[in-house]
């Protein structure tokens, strides 16, 4: 696994379940590990990897791809490395989860779309899938019902909520189990809300 990439909770190589956390533009990975301790993954190793510079690609995840590139294919192959260092240690598809904020939330969906599976679950604090629109031609395979749980405010700087709308009609459409919430005038932030609802849909069911 990258050296970049820092691991707390379970050891890898003792762990039933994996969750792959992805910080958002301009924090590190130890920021979005600090979120775990207000998380039901004690049981869990928690693998987070740290994006050059502090961002996984340099302009807005609204922007045409080609122009986010070549961070971009970069980051998500970061990724698909993190994903298979976890499964060489023996851990499934569907015992792997991911979180993000921001703009990790955005690669969180927009990574485990174009490799959907049956994982054990996804969590994005305000995001959407990247690019200047959805591009279906984009994404391929089966959730099999994961459950993934994207919470944002209306309205958001970052993220527009008419996205976060297009990104659930694409899940869904892929056999994911989608839980949405919209708060008003939330901010760009994550909210305890949004810390039980993950909790409850996703990292406490057995």
């Known amino acids: 696994m990258n050296l970049d990439t ?5 050891p890898l190589n003792e762990a039933k379940k994996a969750l792959i956390m992805l910080h958002g533009r301009g ?5 979005i590990l600090s979120i775990a301790k207000y998380l039901d993954v004690e049981k ?6 740290q994006a050059e510079n502090r961002t996984w690609y340099p302009y807005s995840f609204l922007a045409p791809i080609n ?3 070549p961070s971009f294919s970069r980051s998500l192959e970061a990724i698909h490395q993190v994903l298979v260092a976890v499964q060489q240690n023996g851990i499934e598809k569907e015992n792997i989860y991911f979180l993000g904020f921001s ?30 629109k959805v591009y279906e031609e984009h994404y391929h395979g089966n959730f ?6 994207i919470g944002t405010s209306d309205p958001d700087f ?6 976060v709308n297009d990104s659930e009609a694409l899940l869904k459409k892929m056999g994911a189990n989608v839980t949405k919430k919209i708060y008003d005038n939330m901010g760009h932030t994550i ?16």
Do not use: M
Not at 44 to 49: I, S
Not at 158 to 163: A, C, D, K, L
């Open 6 to 10: 820092i691991t707390a909770g379970v």
């Open 27 to 31: 924090a590190t990975s130890h920021d």
């Open 44 to 49: 869990f190793a928690l693998v987070a990897p």
């Open 67 to 69: 122009e986010n590139e």
């Open 103 to 132: 703009q990790g939330a955005c690669l969180a969906l927009e990574f485990t779309t174009r490799n959907a599976a049956k994982y054990g679950g996804v969590v994005a604090f305000t995001g959407g899938l990247i690019g200047d």
């Open 144 to 149: 099999e019902n994961t459950p993934i749980f």
């Open 158 to 163: 970052h993220v527009p909520v008419e996205r």
């Open 191 to 206: 909210s305890q809300d949004e810390i039980d609802l993950a909790n409850q849909l996703i990292f406490s069911k057995k």
